[in-house]
T-cell receptor, first 120, second 112 residues
Framework: GAVVSQHPSWVICKSGTSVKIECRSL??????MFWYRQFPKQSLMLMAT?????????EQGVEKDKFLINHASLTLSTLTVTSAHPEDSSFYIC????????????????FGPGTRLTVT | GQNIDQPTEMTATEGAIVQINCTYQ??????LFWYQQHAGEAPTFLSY????GLEEKGRFSSFLSRSKGYSYLLLKELQMKDSASYLC?????????????FGQGTTLQVKP
């Protein structure tokens, strides 16, 4: 199947600072990318959906000014957590869908390996 | 509203069969997925059902009844490595751009 990478795999930052997480589709063009957050022992919660070249659509309760999403190209989306606080500590996972390259199943979301964010 | 329910925890014995149920109430249904997730890792795709019936793939099978809003994942010949969380997810919207709504996940513990 298609491959999605995330960088960094883990990051520790101080409260009040900003952190950027990158999500890349390595062998397909991701026309749509999704960002999820997962707290310990909980399931994945969708934060936002982004289509290349368009503004992201945020789920209810997710602050768009705090979680900045950029999907400037078909292979890269970034999530920036601005003014991070300890309650933002979580596992952030991205996924992409597309029909090019090795993404031969239009209904399937290809998940990245996740980024563990710890805010101290 | 939208609601996806699955048991929180299940325990089974190595070599046995286990069935994990999932019930859902969502709008714009466009398929149901099952994922496996080990702690600290991303989910991995197991199955996808969009029509009623049973889909079999090796030791794993998945069933869907759209009229009942019900699905199950069947794991046969359980192995210790099958200990993981199993996530039921419903797709809303189009195939390519539609979003996934996840259930809370079922933690399966396989014992010797």
């Amino acid at each position: 199947g298609a491959v999605v990478s995330q960088h960094p795999s883990w990051v520790i930052c101080k409260s009040g600072t900003s952190v950027k997480i990158e999500c890349r589709s390595l062998d397909f063009q991701a026309t749509t990318m999704f960002w999820y957050r997962q707290f310990p022992k909980q399931s994945l919660m969708l934060m936002a959906t982004s289509n290349e070249g368009s503004k992201a659509t945020y789920e209810q309760g997710v602050e768009k000014d705090k979680f900045l999403i950029n999907h400037a190209s078909l292979t890269l989306s970034t999530l920036t957590v601005t003014s991070a606080h300890p309650e933002d500590s979580s596992f952030y996972i991205c996924s992409g869908t597309g029909t090019s390259g090795r993404a031969n199943l239009p209904y399937e979301q290809y998940f990245g390996p996740g980024t563990r964010l710890t805010v101290t | 509203g939208q609601n996806i329910d699955q048991p929180t925890e299940m325990t089974a014995t190595e070599g046995a069969i286990v069935q994990i149920n999932c019930t859902y109430q969502t709008s714009g249904f466009n398929g149901l997925f099952w994922y496996q997730q080990h702690a600290g890792e991303a989910p991995t795709f197991l199955s996808y059902n969009v029509l009623d019936g049973l889909e079999e793939k090796g030791r794993f099978s998945s069933f869907l009844s759209r009229s009942k809003g019900y699905s199950y994942l069947l794991l046969k010949e359980l192995q210790m490595k099958d200990s993981a969380s199993y996530l039921c997810a419903v797709k809303q919207g189009s195939s390519n751009t539609g979003k996934l709504i996840f259930g809370q996940g079922t933690t399966l513990q396989v014992k010797p």
